[in-house]
């Protein structure tokens, strides 16, 4: 985490010169505001990470030694073989084209959400897939 917060922290110097340039030059105040924020935005989280990483033990990319596969641990669990996101993904596209086409489209696309959503949370509760 030490290089994270270095990252951070030269980030944060390069928007601040930024900020000062844009600052003269433009005199547009909302713009600079918003330099000068993401400034500080830059400061906290640069100097959270060096605080932390004074903390936690080294990581894999604080070794110049180390590999990729390091840090690499379980990602978790996913349903090879479901039909739900498909379900989600097209029930949500019609959701949206709801809000260019008009909202009726609406009365269609959350059906076929909540089946989604449905099936997708009880998928492993019956079945050839039921935990025993």
């Known amino acids: 985490m030490k290089i994270q917060g ?15 340039l ?3 030059w433009s005199k547009e105040p ?3 505001t918003a330099l000068f924020l993401a400034f500080g935005l830059c400061v906290m989280v640069g100097y959270y990470l060096a ?4 903390r936690v033990d080294e990581m894999a990319q604080d ?15 996913f349903s090879p073989h479901s039909w739900q996101p ?4 097209v029930g949500s596209a019609l959701a949206f084209l709801a809000v260019a086409v008009g909202w009726w489209l609406l ?6 959400i909540f089946i989604g959503i449905f099936g997708w949370v009880f998928e492993y509760y019956r079945g050839a897939n039921q935990n025993q």
Do not use: H
């Open 6 to 20: 270095k990252m951070f922290l030269w980030l944060s110097v390069f928007v601040l010169a930024v900020a000062i």
């Open 22 to 24: 844009y600052g003269v």
């Open 30 to 32: 909302a713009g600079t």
């Open 51 to 54: 605080f932390t990483a004074r």
């Open 63 to 77: 070794n110049t030694e180390a590999d990729v596969a390091d840090e690499a641990g379980e990602l978790g669990f």
């Open 86 to 89: 498909l379900a989600l993904g």
């Open 107 to 112: 009365y269609f696309s959350l059906p076929v």
